[in-house]
């Protein structure tokens, strides 16, 4: 087992810089999960790890050692593709067995633990059969086992559920988390599933556009996101654009037209000053109907759109020009165009400077 | 600095191997000949005096101004009795360079039209005996070296099939005769299209055919259709035909042989090349190789840009699609049956008369007499020919042994190297689709008769021409197994390599225990190709494979038999292309029906 740093790795692609000056370091032991859209480059970042991609600049190192220059096959990691890349000419034996062959153990030795890897996952009985009789679930921990079986330093998973449905992904999901922590290996999980990632993670890294742009805990990252790209990629999210009336410490007024004013929090390495466009994010889920103890925000508006989800009712309120979404108990019915007024906690309000809001604009806040 | 750091990291030992054996094969035994028939018309020769290419511009056998003969003669004949109009057709003769560039744009222009046709009934209209047509389609591609235009030409004697057809059969009172260059075009047509059907088929039907629907939602039907959507969406397939047929009539000497047409680029080359027995070429010979050379690049590179369309016309495609076949109207069915299909079958003709005549007496006047498999029995008895048969399964699987090496390497190091450069390697691995046969024999003539080369195994002059002859088959043929094993390689997820080499096995284990494995039947299915062309290879065989005659290959005995005299040797040499035809069959049905791979027809 060992701790893997990567410091200041870029890689690029023609023009396209796929990984940017990304530092990183995945504690012994550790399940880090790298998590973002689709070409944000955390699949790049595992491949340059494994040794499949070659940082233009920067290293990679296994406990101190810079393994930069070694070959996929001189660093011991153990890969799960997305798509298992199981050999369709070898059984499940073989397929698990590859591994250790390589690595000339005797017969005996390699039989003995590719059995015990087989009991250890669940597929008793399976190692004659070829990949294409599996199906995706079993395909699924046959490419676990075969990476476990060799006692990897590091184990890599590149998004490895992806290509299961929705319930088989859940109970897979808690199976890694559960064998990772019994066999303690290092393990750097990439996946677009931020439920995933927070279900399973001792830590997350957030990328976006080849950078890493937050590290931290789950709850961390949900609850104090570092920046307007994680606020609103974590979680669902609505926000209300305005100008800063007062800035006392944490604590900022923003006025966001109409002469309605929300207090919330300044963000974490954030700073703000009276005068500055500023834009508040909340999760739709923080809304309520009934005043809560804390201190909180009175948000009185027109409903424009209700939408009923099942767990909740999602209703779109309209605040002079502005409009934002909330979360409300599905028992109660809303129609549309009459007036209603829902409370959030003072917390619960994130206020960030409004710079770099176009470019991250998401269908999942307007 | 960063591209070194690169280099280091991504070229481990099977890396540098793989990709040393393409560059030294192909640079020895492709560019370095390739080279000398450049250089070599600069250079003085023993007379001290250079031949540069512009002085064959001031030759009027390469070139003239006005025609040695007419194109046309429409005469009055008397014959059994009966006045008949003779129409000869004979075309022009401007010299061999004027000769052939107007044959080749003729042909292709020629087979493009009726490729194109062909192609557009076959993809898009669904009709009774369709597969009868498909397979009719092909059988003017199979190999009959020589024999096939001895036969066309036959068919067009005074009292040949075709005249015996328009007087005895329609009653009309005309005679056909063609000969010389008019001969050399027909005969090519004739042979050629199906490159260009092969090609544009295979752009149609990957045409989405919401595509053509939205056309159609939006008014444009028929003609208008086909030009402004279905035809632009082709041309990447109509483009890469077109240039396969424009470089193959160039290079032809089959036709030109058969019709006596002496004054064109690829006989020049041959008579000259087949002087080089007694050690030395006329000096024309390097020039016109060069400018064949360029012709034939000329026309390759020209296509590059539009079989780059080739992936365009794929972006849209979403899943799978229900081809767009209808059933042809009334005017459409009478066009198929009563146009189409005669003149596709006019086209099988020459494979249809090689088979008859294998097994006829003889065939002397309009029709082949007289049924025997003496010919048969007589192709194995026959020292001469028995030897050429033997020497040609030898260095066609030598060949093979080395293009499957070559295909390995090369398509492996293209498709998984990671350093900068590879996309020359890949142009050169494909480029002997284009290159003329004969340029290549020049250059092996020049460059191996010769100091460092001299007197080594490959000096044809003191070792024979077989090591020769197996390189230029392996040089020739590889790209049909380099590009079936780059199909099978774009078919294997590269995950699959990764992870090997992620469990610790190395690159070469990776190769032994995963990718060969993978690819073993897209490996057999190009080999197999690959060893069929070379069997039927006619440009080194019937120049360089001259040399010594205990080394002859079976194409070389085809062409002596077929135009040495010999009373017999026309029924022979269609035995023998009998013989090549079964060998193809047989690696046509492996290949679709075992293999289940589309069988590797030209194309580039």
């Known amino acids: 087992m060992v701790k893997v740093v990567l410091k200041d790795v870029t890689k690029k692609f023609g023009r396209v810089v796929a990984v940017n000056k990304v530092s990183l370091e995945v504690e012994d032991g550790e399940l880090f999960t790298i998590l973002g859209p689709s070409g944000c480059g955390k699949t790049t970042t595992l491949r340059i790890v494994a040794g499949f991609e070659f940082p233009d600049e920067g290293r990679v190192m296994f406990d101190e050692v810079d393994v930069t220059f070694r070959k996929p096959y001189e660093r011991g990691t153990a890969m799960v593709f997305q798509n298992y890349a199981l050999w369709p000419h070898m059984t499940v034996f073989d397929n698990i067995a590859y591994g250790l062959k390589v690595k000339k153990l005797p017969k005996s030795e390699v039989r003995e633990r590719v059995m015990r890897v087989i009991e250890l996952v669940g597929l008793k009985g399976l190692e004659d059969r070829y990949p294409l009789q599996l199906s995706g679930g079993q395909q699924q921990r046959v490419a676990l086992a075969r990476a476990l079986v060799v006692e990897p330093k590091v184990l890599l998973l590149d998004e490895p559920l992806s290509n299961l449905d929705a319930k088989l992904r859940v109970r897979m999901r808690e199976e890694i988390r559960r064998l990772q922590k019994r066999l303690g290996i290092t393990t750097i999980y990439v996946t677009h599933d931020q439920e995933e990632a927070m279900s399973l993670s001792d830590r997350i890294a957030i990328m976006n556009d080849g950078k890493v742009v937050q590290v931290g805990h789950p709850r961390e990252i949900y609850m104090s996101p570092g920046n307007l790209f994680v606020a609103t990629f974590i979680g669902r999210s609505t926000a209300l654009m305005g100008r800063v009336v007062e800035v006392s410490g944490e604590n900022v007024k923003l006025d966001v037209g109409d002469g309605v004013v929300i207090k919330g929090r300044l963000a974490r390495g954030y700073e703000l000053r009276t005068n500055d466009e500023a834009i508040a994010i909340m999760r739709p889920e923080d809304f309520d109907l009934d005043k809560p103890k804390a201190e909180a925000n009175e948000l009185s508006g027109v409903v424009d759109l209700t939408m009923f989800i099942g767990a909740f009712n999602q209703v779109k309120i309209r605040l002079g020009s502005q409009s934002f979404k909330a979360y409300l108990d599905p028992d109660i019915e809303v129609r549309p165009g009459t007036e209603m007024t829902v409370y959030i906690r003072v917390d619960d309000v994130i206020i960030f400077p409004r710079r770099g809001w176009e470019e991250i604009e998401f269908e999942a806040v307007a | ?604």
């Open chain 2, 1 to 604: 600095m960063g591209l070194l750091r690169k280099l280091r990291f991504y070229l481990d030992s099977a890396m540098v191997v793989q990709l040393l054996i393409p560059v030294v094969f192909f640079g020895l035994f492709l560019i370095i000949p390739l080279a000398a028939v450049a250089v070599f018309p600069l250079v003085p020769g023993i007379s001290g005096t250079t031949y540069s290419p512009l002085l064959l511009f001031q030759d009027p056998s390469m070139i003239r101004f006005t025609s040695t003969r007419p194109s046309v003669i429409i005469r009055q004949v008397v014959m059994g009795g009966e006045n008949l109009t003779l129409i000869a057709l004979f075309g022009p003769n401007y010299g061999a360079i004027p000769n052939s560039l107007i044959n080749s744009m003729v042909v292709t222009l020629g087979a493009s039209i009726f490729g194109l046709v062909v192609a557009f009934v076959m993809a898009r209209y669904d009709f009774p005996g369709k597969m009868f047509f498909r397979v009719l389609a092909m059988v003017p591609l199979l190999l009959t070296p020589f024999i096939n235009a001895f036969v066309v030409r036959k068919m067009f004697m005074y009292d040949g099939i075709i005249s015996y057809f328009i007087h005895r059969i329609l009653h009309l009172p005309y005679i056909i005769y063609v000969d010389y260059l008019a001969g050399v075009m027909i005969a090519q047509v004739m042979t050629f299209w199906p490159i260009v059907y092969l090609n544009v088929y295979a752009s149609m039907v990957q045409i989405d055919p919401s595509l053509e629907e939205q056309a159609e939602n939006l008014g444009a039907k028929g003609f208008r259709l086909f030009r402004t959507v279905t035809l632009p969406l082709s041309l990447p397939g109509l483009a890469a035909g077109a240039a396969v047929v424009f470089i193959f009539s160039l290079e032809d000497l089959g036709a030109p042989i058969a019709f006596r047409e002496f004054d064109m680029i690829s006989f020049k080359i041959f008579s000259g090349l087949r002087a080089a027995i007694t050690g030395e070429v006329p000096p024309y010979v390097a020039s016109l190789s060069l400018l064949l050379l360029a012709l034939a690049m000329v026309a390759f590179l020209s296509i590059k840009k539009y079989v780059s369309l080739r992936q365009y016309a794929m972006v849209v495609r979403g899943g799978r699609w229900l081809p767009r076949v209808r059933k042809p109207g009334m005017i459409g069915a009478v066009l198929i049956y009563a146009l189409i299909l005669p003149a596709m079958l006019f086209t099988a003709f020459p494979q249809i008369g090689v088979f008859m005549y294998s097994l006829a007496e003889r065939w002397t006047k309009t029709f082949p007499e007289g049924l025997t498999l003496k010919y048969f029995s007589e192709m194995v008895s026959n020292p001469v020919l028995f030897t050429s048969i033997k020497n040609s399964l030898i260095y066609a699987g030598s060949a093979l042994a080395i293009i499957v090496l070559l295909g390995i390497s090369t398509a492996y190091v293209v498709a998984r190297g990671r350093i900068p450069g590879l996309g020359i390697l890949d142009a050169i691995a494909t480029s002997p689709i284009a290159i003329p046969g004969l340029a290549i024999a020049t250059g092996y003539f020049l460059v191996f008769s010769r100091a460092p080369f001299k007197s080594t195994l490959l000096d044809p002059f003191t070792s024979g021409p077989w090591l020769l002859l197996i390189l230029a088959y392996a040089i020739r043929r590889s790209p049909f197994t380099i590009r079936a094993v780059y199909a099978g390689l774009q078919q294997i997820h590269e995950a699959l390599e990764e992870s090997a080499m992620n469990l610790g096995a190395s690159r070469w284990r990776t190769l032994a225990t995963i990718v060969i494995p993978l690819l073993g039947l897209s490996i057999l299915g190009g080999a197999l190709v690959s060893f069929v062309y070379s069997m039927a290879e006619t440009s080194v065989s019937v120049t360089l494979g001259g040399i010594e005659s205990s080394q002859r290959p079976i194409t070389y005995s085809m062409y002596e038999y077929l135009y040495s005299g010999y009373v017999e040797g026309p029924n022979l040499v269609a035995v023998m292309a009998v013989f090549i035809i079964s060998i193809q069959l047989t690696v046509i049905v492996v290949t679709n029906f075992i293999l289940k791979q589309r069988y590797a027809f030209i194309g580039v």
